[in-house]
Every structure is written in structure tokens, then in C-alpha cells.
């Protein structure tokens, strides 16, 4: 070690990582000179060392006890990243807060447990109130989504009891049949998941009316938000936002309630459109939104993400954590209704910057520069810098612990 010299950094992702680009510039662009390792056992622990790296390579004991040590994760982060911890979080901070916008801007939500198809009618009594609103329903649609799910894997449309059922015997089909072939997987799942290991879900009223644009070809979009959470707790919304689109037109869902409801349209993951020619991103500050309608959204989704991490901090501090010496970039979802009203969706913990797409990188390299800007010099130096698009929404407790 007598030969290396700090400022000591570690990356524990492969240098053909999309990330090793933007990591390594933010490195030469705010700390010169520094000492670049591939593992954490060759730093010094004398030494402030900082280490980017995937949730599993961090040392989260150290996070806790030591000082020098910077981390680009916090341990304790379901709160926010699991969708019935969410949910709880938000119901417990509206109750407390009717006038939050979080209130209108939080689709209302059921949760419901079922671990196998043929307890769904059980879990319907547990969960009353969606029963209760499932057999009233006339009109509406609603969505159901695997609590700890990604990738659009699992979520289904439907409108009744019948059809949820029929979404559960499908899981429980679709998986019997990929052990008799013996290659269950992701992809002959066909986004379903493993029903037994996928055992809490939320159901929640599905927006029926999202905002269309023809210039994209009426297709439904969300807007993907990064968010930069840093020590106990500042929170930074970068205000270059992507609109993430479907592959095919939206359509509103069908009353047919006979027929099993087909999610094309409705999914806005950009995993599902590889094989498509059709442009699936876009910045949101160059689409072709009005300034007005831009500036519309912008504002609420601001406050609305200030709100969210209110009621984490708020309603669950034993699953939501924020150290002093670490810092997180979530990936916030939303959505845009037809009278511009926006909707947070789910808060993804590292989300996936290779969805931006290879246009738009220079994005993910300034997102990389505010982020050292803010989180890792100031750990070095103990000052920041300006980050030009990196908008402080929310600040419980300035520096490190």
C-alpha cells in the first residue's frame, strides 16, 4: 500500500459495467489523483475510503461503526422499496396529514396475501375492503403487482373477482408447467412469477386516462425520476426526468369483464420493447409537452417526492435508515393523467441506468458528476459543490455522522 496514496476508491462493478464510464469520469473530475481498487480488503482502514458497488459488495457492518467509510447504499431501505411497506408508510403519513399531497397523488391501494390460487377466496376475507370494492365494481380497472416484483414480472389488469382468480390459477399453471420442462425462468414465465415465493401483492385502482401524446404515437409513457438521497437526510431530485413508453398504442381497458384484460399497452418497461424500432425514451425536458404542462408536472413531482421520503422517515424508521455516511440514487416512477395530475408509482432501489439508452448517456455522466458533487467530496473535503440539475427538495439534517 506504501506506493498507492488517497483519496482511496473502490469499484466493485466490471470494467465493461455501463457504469465504469460515468464512475471513472466523476472520479477524475472531482478527485484527481485518486487511488482506484477493485476490492474493498485492499484499502487502507486508516483512511477515509468510499466504495460504489452493487447492495451485496458493500461492508454494512463497517457503514455502522466506521467513519471512513462512504457506501453508495443504505442497509435499511424497504420502507420505501417494497411495495406493501410503501403503501403502509403512505397510509400511515396521509392519516396523520390529510391535506399531504401524497393524498391524491398515491393511487389507492389494497394489500392482499396469497400464496397459493386455491386460498384466494380466504385472502379476499382478510382483506375486506378490497372485497367489498371488488364486488361493487362497475367500471373500474385495477392492477395487481407482486410486492417485491421487477420488470413488469407478475402484474395483471383485471376488473372482478373472477378475473383475479383467473390470474392466480394462471401463475400457479404457468409455473407447474416450466418445473415439468425443468426451465422455469424469467422468460417462460412470460412475466409471471413463482406464486409460493411471490406471497404478498398490492392491488391498487388503475389510472384509465393516462396523458396520451400523438407526437409518440398516443403510446402510455411514465416519467423516470433520479433521485439522490445523501447521509441523514438531504434528498435531490435531478430534474432531467425520462419519459419511458410502451411498445404499442394505449387502449383503455375493455368492460368486457369476460375476457382476461392484455396488459400490451399498459407496461412502460423498457426491459419488454428490446426488440422494437420504435423510439421507447425520451427527456422529458425535449418532448413535446408544453413549457406549461412541463413545468406542471415538474412541480408536483418535487413535492410529491419530498413527501415520500416525509412519511418513510415518518411512519417506518426501522425500514427506511438513512446513515450519515452513505448515500442512495432511488429510482422514483410516475404517472401523468389526462388533466396533467401526477401519481407516484414505486421507488426503485438501484435503478437501471442502461434504460436511458446510449443517446442520452451524457445524462447518466452529469447525473454521476452531482452525485459526487454532493455525496462523495463532501465526505473528502467536508464542503460541496453546484450541481447544476440537482434540485434539494427536502433536508432533515445537513453532514455526516
Known amino acids: 500500500m506504501d506506493d498507492k496514496h488517497g483519496p482511496f476508491v473502490v469499484i466493485t462493478y466490471p470494467e465493461d459495467s455501463y457504469l465504469n464510464g460515468p464512475l471513472r469520469n466523476a472520479v477524475d473530475k472531482y478527485l484527481p489523483g485518486a487511488t482506484i481498487l477493485s476490492s474493498l480488503k485492499d484499502a487502507p482502514k486508516d483512511e477515509k475510503v468510499f466504495q460504489y458497488g452493487e447492495y451485496e459488495d458493500l461492508d454494512h457492518e463497517r ?17 420505501l422499496i417494497r411495495k406493501q411497506y410503501f403503501a403502509n408508510a403512505i397510509a400511515y403519513y396521509v392519516a396523520k396529514h390529510p391535506k399531504s399531497i401524497l393524498k391524491t397523488a398515491y393511487p389507492e ?81 412470460k412475466h409471471g412469477i413463482i406464486l409460493s415465493q411471490m406471497r404478498n ?9 393516462p396523458l396520451l401524446l400523438k407526437e409518440y404515437g398516443n403510446r402510455k409513457f411514465h416519467i423516470r425520476t433520479y433521485v439522490l438521497c445523501v447521509g441523514n437526510l438531504t434528498v435531490y431530485v435531478y430534474q432531467r426526468m425520462l419519459m419511458l413508453f410502451s411498445e404499442t398504442s394505449y387502449e383503455k381497458p375493455s368492460n368486457d369483464t369476460g375476457k382476461p384484460i392484455d396488459i400490451a399497452g399498459h407496461l412502460t418497461n423498457t426491459c419488454l420493447q428490446d426488440d422494437t424500432d420504435k423510439t421507447v425514451v425520451v427527456e422529458f425536458g425535449k418532448s413535446s409537452l408544453s413549457e406549461s404542462s412541463k413545468k406542471k408536472i415538474l412541480n408536483q413531482i418535487n413535492s410529491i417526492t419530498a413527501e415520500v421520503f416525509k412519511s418513510a422517515l415518518e411512519a417506518d424508521r426501522i425500514n427506511f435508515q438513512p446513515l450519515g455516511n452513505a448515500f442512495e440514487t432511488y429510482g422514483l416512477d410516475f404517472l401523468v393523467d389526462s388533466d396533467l395530475n401526477v401519481q407516484i408509482l414505486e421507488v426503485n432501489a438501484y435503478p437501471d441506468f442502461k434504460q436511458t439508452g446510449s443517446q442520452l448517456k451524457s445524462l447518466i455522466y452529469e447525473l454521476f458528476e452531482c452525485t459526487f458533487a454532493k455525496a462523495v467530496l463532501p465526505f473528502y473535503s467536508g464542503s460541496s459543490k453546484e450541481a447544476e440539475n440537482l434540485k434539494s427538495v427536502l433536508s432533515i439534517k445537513d453532514g455526516f455522522c
Do not use: H, W
Open 109 to 189: 391501494t389494497f394489500q392482499l396475501e396469497c400464496a397459493y390460487a386455491d386460498f384466494l377466496d380466504d385472502s379476499l376475507d382478510e382483506a375486506f375492503e378490497l372485497r367489498c370494492t371488488l364486488e361493487q365494481n362497475t367500471s373500474d380497472t385495477f392492477i395487481l403487482k407482486p410486492s417485491m416484483g421487477d420488470r413488469g414480472d407478475g402484474i395483471r389488469l383485471f376488473k372482478n373477482i373472477e378475473q383475479l382468480q383467473a390470474i392466480f390459477d394462471s401463475f400457479e399453471e404457468e409455473e407447474e408447467e416450466a418445473e415439468e420442462d425443468g426451465d422455469y425462468n424469467a422468460e417462460s414465465s
Open 63 to 79: 457503514l455502522f461503526s466506521d467513519k471512513l467509510y462512504l457506501a453508495n447504499s443504505y442497509t435499511y431501505r424497504k420502507g
Open 201 to 209: 401483492f398490492i392491488v391498487q385502482k388503475y389510472m384509465s386516462n
